[in-house]
């Protein structure tokens, strides 16, 4: 809905302003005048940017304004350090000064607004500059002034990054909702302990350097997977839901103010291949971030496009002269963006698409180890998310019955490489493509399900993808030593955000389900001297002379058995309602809540959901607890989340190879950005550019 | 009772072993034969220790075994290296053989036995050597024989250490129970974020060095205090409970194999002074361990009367040569140790037992601030732990009407000093009296009530000690720079073990206040972009023109307020059944859950915990949760648990100054010990020594 007016405007008092509530006018801006990118963004040395202004005006609540009129007379000026504020065009040296937009959105100011359906009315002017950089290191101050003396300042720094690179390739691991508690619980499950001593470790706990990075969103304290990619890759907080753009007011989502990322930054300074490897969907955040502008993560169609042919193409109105022009390498799950079909871009069959762009594309692990290394590669391996490890490994007939192929053909992707698969496949095709160019490589390779598994409390399932990313990581050094590249490559493994996560005691499962009360069945759960030892790393017939390390039977760096009698107990922070049992869910995934119907959304106990398969079925949708293995948790989290959510807790950083030692100590997410493009060499010879 | 047998002892197979249970026979004793130290020991070279011998023979259960009738005849011999085994006699040229001792205990396999009351009887011989060490550098094996045949090997390590100080002065900051999670929390609420960025950060934020450290237990993979800060002190894990002890199974505390801790080893080869600081009763246990030695940590008047007297006072049968002498400074709570009475050693008054030793003894803050340096000081401020931060400085009104004036008089304890008060004063006492005896000095610090706090799920409360705590890192830096000493002074922070607890999203107080159903009010909480910003930095009536940073309240390192409207929302791994509602509670520390009166030990939710108290009033211990501020949150734990329990995550180290770059990385707790001492270059000179 578009919005029109020509009033005059006066000056004006602010209203009173209640911060830090949930509903926000618009995210990064407090002030009715915004800017983006906002107050406190830093820019590396050329990094391409947009600029998007916008005046508001609430028609009512508490912010109403000026009778619902906004200012379209709004100057924008820039200066560098102390210089003198130049009006943008100037600045910028532009041609022509962009249109006026106007529009108009609503939004609820707090939960009583949202149950009476009693919506704030915002009209807005606006104007957008597009595709602009900052070359030359320093301060700069950007100013919207607006209603007659109102100003929006925005203070920019442009960073001092060294010319010289360190390193020639970089990997960036992402597990994805890792944290320390994680990876913690994982080393408990699979790495033998005598007497409180390990007998090994996680590769993870041996890399060269240490840090923590603060994953909050710019408006949120908590994080979702695309902003926190965006961090990440571009060195600049957003809002949830966003991919490389900061979020304006408009209803368009593709006309947001974009930012460049470290992959596309690369290709363009330097040519070298892009890899995008993970076990999600391929459209899904983490590796839509690396290569896609959108204020709406959920438009896979749109995402993969711009894959292949950027963000200019998507919307020919909005220059974006950059992109990862298809990514060397794409490995991941996500058939339905590629089968012709309501997913795809335009109903096309993408695959297709891909082909013609030279593109070798393979459907399980078995034509992904006979391909080539020459060719860009597209592997896509099943229909949504791909499978779980501990259904690979352990549980393999959960990969019947999928009908998930990733041709679209209705039989099951029972074929399906794993992370490390995928990730040293990767290697070898960048590698090659790198040595034919004389250039290095850039790579991501994401542990999606961590995240996802922890999403339905399978806590078992995510430490099973935790440890699969470990054992990556150690093969991946391993690879790298044996084709020489080891000394050549920086290798950065981090998460995205936590879960609220914690081992607290050891169950005995025996116990607990022999119980017939849910009291009852808590006392199964041992704490302190009765938390007892892990049962994850004992043969079970093993004796009190045997006190060897017991080699996992999925490899050395997994468990010998996931379901001892005595579990560990671990818990969230936050949860829906669900029943626990502390027991291996053997037969997938779990769906630890379901909607009932009522006259609001409602998720209570999934009655099928048992921890142990093998008590009694469900009956009814409010069964008896007495009948079920687990005793039931009542959620914290409000009634229409089905599953866990995200939390506030530093990620640890660990990094290994050249350039490596940027990596220690305490940071923000957005600085992994900036040490990653540091270590590559990436930034601009400020001598060769003119910025302002 | 004792248990005396000479029965003849015939070869043997082994019964089923079933490892990982709750209910061990003996923690560290894996099989029949147990040796204390026992395998994967490291010792620090010129380390006291105890060894302990035992050969058990279970009456009955699962490892039933020759009739019940321990082998005396078993042997014991240690080799160096390649070398001979020498019986331990001759290893350390003893001039007599201990006593043979015996004695049976009990213990159930598992809950399905004690549900039963079906234990199994073990009866034991044993033998123990005291007040041993080992010199020289390098691996030896101890090798326990028994049962005609049967083997128990031990190995262990003296650690090389460089015999140059790197620093003159250590103080050790313990956050107890402080996660990752924790610290990210306290950081959202005292520092002040503009789009994403923090205007200032917490001061562990900022140190030189980056480390996590695992916490588990000798036996069991959740720690307590006692255990934990026993590895930390002595660089060896114990069990739960224990004081600088290997649990052996007699039913004397007292006679269980000793160690050195790093306090003692610190007075005896340097003769520097010590300092011991805690907001706890100073016979809990972080403080205790360093100068203690029981299987019990629970025996306080014992525990106080060793800080001055040493081990070898407490029980003379068992020599211990060497001890903390009466530390420096002793800071805390705890005046129940000291007030003639029950808990004080032989009913004594014990400050006056302190006076005699030549010890200036304050009360309150205004007598430590007064006191001199050049005196060893004993202050004792409260019975019981000493009051919470936001207690002192938000709500002072909840130390009245506490009777806990530490000189027992009945009157409130008012004048509490806070933990930076305690460790600048305990600075400047051990400096001025190491400067006199031209050594330098170490010390404990510890913020207790971050567990405490967190065990009855305040976390508001908890998060402010921890805040205390960082604001007294960065006054103790400021400090030492003052004095001159910044550059000699090794300055590490850590915890002993976590909580499993993180911050999830944000919750509208107001709006879950006045909802009617329990489901309805977990609908205040947002997550996502619905969690918010935080309302703890900013001022109530500030607009959005206001866009500075805002001073905390309590300093520029503390929130403004703890009760805006939007709270931040947080939960715990496991927790017994309680009420949540998000708010501070002002009227003083939470009491979750309350035993009521059943066939079990069974707690519920306390129907007097409102997180808001200006809500309705309850009327029974079954009370209609809709006439709360809060929901009601079944537990996940044993209901026997009143509280909270510990958790797993490995736990961040922080360490800045001469020597802090050791901290870096991943490792175990028991490696803290070493780090500190070699910094500190406490090595004994092999060369004056003679170990075998």
């Known amino acids: 809905m578009k919005f029109h007016t020509t009033g005059l405007l006066t000056a004006i008092t602010w209203v009173g302003y209640t911060s830090a509530q949930h509903f926000k006018r618009l995210g990064a801006c407090p002030k009715l005048g915004c800017v983006f990118p906002p107050d406190q963004v830093d820019f590396f040395p050329g990094q391409y940017f947009d600029i998007r202004l916008e005046v508001h005006a609430p028609v009512n609540g508490s912010e109403a304004f000026n009778g619902g009129v906004p200012d379209q007379q709004f100057s924008f000026c820039i200066q560098k350090g102390d210089g003198a504020c130049e009006d943008v065009s100037t600045f910028f040296n532009m041609t022509s000064e962009p249109e006026l937009e106007t529009w108009s959105f609503s939004y609820y100011e707090d939960l009583f607004a949202q149950d009476a359906d009693e919506p704030t009315l915002v009209n807005v002017a606006s104007k957008a500059y597009r595709a602009l950089s900052l070359d030359i290191p320093g301060h700069y101050t950007a100013k919207l002034s607006y209603y007659n003396g109102s100003e929006t300042v925005a203070h920019w720094l442009v960073r001092e990054s060294p010319k010289e690179a360190k390193a020639k390739n970089v990997l960036l691991f992402i597990g994805d909702g890792m944290t320390q508690a994680m990876i913690t619980a994982a080393r408990l499950l699979a790495h033998k302990s005598i007497n409180g001593r390990y007998q090994s470790l996680m590769q993870m706990d041996q890399m060269e350097a240490l840090g923590h990075q603060m994953t909050h969103s710019i408006d949120s304290f908590i994080t979702d997977s695309a902003n926190s990619a965006t961090a990440l890759y571009t060195g600049k907080k957003s809002s949830v839901n966003a991919l490389n753009v900061f979020a304006d007011s408009s209803a368009n989502s593709l006309d947001d103010p974009k930012v460049e990322s470290v992959a596309e930054l690369f290709r363009r300074r330097t040519g070298g ?332 106990v999934n009655p099928s959901d048992q921890p142990d398969g093998e008590y009694h079925a469900p009956t009814s949708v409010c069964p008896d607890a007495d009948s079920f293995a687990g005793f039931v948790v009542n959620g914290t989290l409000s009634v229409d989340q089905p599953q866990g959510v995200h939390s506030l807790t530093d990620v640890s950083v660990f990094a290994s190879g050249p350039g490596s030692e940027a990596f220690r100590g305490v940071y923000n997410s957005i600085d992994i950005f900036f040490k990653i493009a540091d270590a590559l060499g990436l930034a601009a010879d400020a001598s060769d550019c003119d910025s302002d």
């Open 273 to 604: 291949p892009i890899g995008m490897v993970s076990t999600a969907f391929i459209a899904d955040a983490t590796p839509a971030a690396l290569c896609s502008h959108t204020r709406d993560r959920d438009q896979y169609p749109s995402i993969v496009y711009e894959y292949l042919f950027g963000a200019s193409a998507l919307n020919g109105s909005f220059t974006w002269p950059t992109g990862c022009e298809g990514p060397d390498v794409i490995f991941g799950g996500g058939a339905e963006q590629f089968i012709a079909g309501p997913g795809s871009p335009n109903g096309t069959d993408f695959y297709k698409v891909f082909q013609e762009k030279g593109y070798n594309v393979v459907y399980n692990n078995t034509e992904l180890q006979a391909t080539g290394n020459d060719e860009k590669t597209l592997g896509i391996f099943s229909i949504s998310n791909m499978a779980k490890w501990l259904d690979r490994q352990v549980y393999p007939e959960n990969l019947l019955n999928q009908a998930n192929s990733p041709t679209g053909d209705g039989t099951d992707a029972v074929d399906q490489p794993g992370l490390k698969d995928l990730t040293l496949k990767a290697i070898d095709i960048l590698q090659a493509r790198a040595d034919k160019q004389g250039t290095g490589w850039f790579m991501m390779s994401e542990a999606a399900s961590i995240d996802k598994m922890m999403h339905v409390l399978d806590y078992d399932r995510a430490l099973g993808e935790l440890l699969e990313l470990d054992d990556t990581i150690r093969a991946t050094i391993a690879h790298l030593k044996k084709i020489g590249q080891d000394e050549n490559t920086l290798i950065v493994v981090t998460a995205d955000h936590g879960h609220g996560f914690d081992v607290f005691g050891g169950a005995d499962t025996k116990y607990l389900a022999a119980q017939t009360s849910d009291r009852k069945k808590r006392a199964a759960v041992g704490v302190y001297q009765n938390s007892g030892l892990s049962g994850y790393t004992v043969e079970k017939d093993s004796s009190p002379l045997n006190n060897t390390v017991v080699i996992g039977a999925q490899g050395p760096n997994f468990p010998v058995t996931w379901d001892p009698r005595y579990a560990y107990a671990a818990g969230f922070a936050a949860n829906p309602d669900h029943r626990e049992g502390y027991a291996v869910n053997k037969s997938g995934p779990r769906l630890p809540a379901v909607e009932v119907e009522t006259d609001i959304l409602d998720n209570v």
